[in-house]
């Protein structure tokens, strides 16, 4: 599969983005059965309760180069949290969690299962988070 057909799982919320889950009382992603794409009415209307992407979870084409996080040849948010994670790593489950993205998941083809284990810890917006 080539960069342009991988899926970012941390996107921006914007018209045409996918919402992939929204943050439980837990902290963690909690992933929707049917993914839902989302249009730019729901994008402002998330907006009022201040960035979407500190309760919520969406995905779009991966840009690459064209992202902050790209490290050149991956991107770094999964390396950095797995790393974060090798001193106290996430329980594994019997089977990985669902997901809609996985095929074209950027994060697990670059590091294949154990960032379907981490996924849900990741929130992209934690501008509200340091504001508790």
């Given at each position: 599969?080539?960069?342009?057909?991988?899926t970012?799982?941390s996107?921006?919320?914007?018209?045409?983005?996918?919402?992939l889950?929204?943050?439980?009382?837990?902290?963690?992603?909690?992933?929707?059965?049917?993914?839902?794409?989302?249009?730019?009415?729901?994008?402002?209307?998330?907006?009022?309760?201040g960035?979407?992407?500190?309760?919520?979870?969406?995905?779009?084409?991966?840009?690459t180069?064209?992202?902050?996080?790209?490290?050149?040849?991956?991107?770094?948010?999964?390396?950095?949290?797995?790393?974060?994670?090798?001193?106290?790593?996430?329980?594994?489950?019997?089977?990985?969690?669902?997901?809609?993205?996985?095929?074209?998941?950027?994060?697990?083809g670059?590091?294949?299962?154990?960032?379907?284990?981490?996924?849900?810890?990741?929130?992209?917006?934690?501008?509200?988070?340091?504001?508790?």
């Open positions: 599969m080539s960069d342009a057909d991988k970012c799982p996107a921006r919320a914007a018209a045409g983005a996918t919402l889950g929204v943050k439980g009382a837990d902290g963690r992603i909690k992933h929707m059965r049917t993914p839902m794409v989302v249009d730019a009415g729901f994008v402002a209307a998330a907006s009022t309760q960035p979407p992407e500190a309760r919520m979870r969406f995905a779009s084409p991966c840009q180069s064209g992202c902050a996080q790209w490290t050149g040849s991956r991107c770094g948010i999964i390396d950095e949290v797995l790393q974060h994670l090798a001193a106290d790593p996430a329980p594994q489950r019997a089977t990985l969690p669902a997901c809609a993205i996985r095929s074209t998941c950027r994060w697990h670059q590091s294949g299962d154990s960032a379907c284990y981490a996924c849900d810890l990741v929130v992209t917006d934690q501008s509200l988070i340091a504001a508790e």
